[in-house]
C-alpha cells in the first residue's frame, strides 16, 4: 500500500481567516464536490505566500469560501494563495498508473480547469 496524491485544488485563494473557531479549513462545497473530498476528510494546505504547510480536516462551504479556521488561521492571511491536497491508499500494482485530479481556480476561487496528471510514472 502506498499513500498517493488524490487531489489538489491549485492556487485556491483564502477569502477569511477565523482564529476563534474550532480548526479545519471551509471549502466551498463545489471544490470539495470537484476534489472529491469529504467532510471531516483529511487535507494538507501548503500556503505560497509564506511557506506554511499544515494538517486539517475539511468542512463544507458557501460559494468561492476558502476560511482556514482555528489554530491555522495564524498561518494564513485573508487573499493567500494555498494548494489544498486530499491522499489516498493505492495498491503497489495500481499505484504506477494512479493519476491525482488537480482543479484549477481563479482569483475568485472558480473552476477555471479540472484535469488528471501524467498518464502514469515512468520506472
Given at each position: 500500500?502506498?499513500?498517493?496524491?488524490k487531489?489538489?485544488?491549485?492556487?485556491?485563494?483564502?477569502?477569511?481567516?477565523?482564529?476563534d473557531?474550532?480548526?479545519?479549513?471551509?471549502?466551498?462545497?463545489?471544490?470539495?464536490?470537484?476534489?472529491?473530498?469529504?467532510?471531516?476528510?483529511?487535507?494538507?494546505?501548503?500556503?505560497?505566500?509564506?511557506?506554511?504547510?499544515?494538517?486539517?480536516?475539511?468542512i463544507?462551504?458557501?460559494?468561492?469560501e476558502?476560511?482556514?479556521?482555528?489554530?491555522?488561521?495564524?498561518?494564513?492571511?485573508?487573499?493567500?494563495?494555498?494548494?489544498?491536497?486530499?491522499?489516498?491508499?493505492?495498491?503497489?500494482?495500481?499505484?504506477?498508473?494512479?493519476?491525482?485530479?488537480?482543479?484549477?481556480?481563479?482569483?475568485?476561487?472558480?473552476?477555471?480547469?479540472?484535469?488528471?496528471?501524467?498518464?502514469?510514472?515512468?520506472?
Amino acid at each position: 500500500m502506498r499513500i498517493m496524491l488524490k487531489s489538489k485544488i491549485q492556487r485556491a485563494r483564502v477569502t477569511t481567516v477565523a482564529l476563534d473557531y474550532e480548526g479545519s479549513i471551509t471549502i466551498d462545497k463545489r471544490l470539495m464536490d470537484e476534489a472529491d473530498i469529504l467532510p471531516y476528510e483529511q487535507v494538507q494546505v501548503l500556503n505560497t505566500n509564506n511557506g506554511a504547510r499544515f494538517t486539517t480536516y475539511a468542512i463544507e462551504g458557501e460559494s468561492s469560501e476558502i476560511c482556514i479556521n482555528g489554530a491555522a488561521a495564524r498561518l494564513a492571511d485573508k487573499r493567500d494563495i494555498i494548494l489544498i491536497l486530499s491522499y489516498c491508499h493505492v495498491e503497489d500494482d495500481e499505484a504506477r498508473h494512479f493519476r491525482p485530479k488537480v482543479i484549477y481556480v481563479d482569483a475568485k476561487n472558480v473552476i477555471t480547469k479540472t484535469k488528471r496528471l501524467v498518464e502514469s510514472i515512468p520506472f
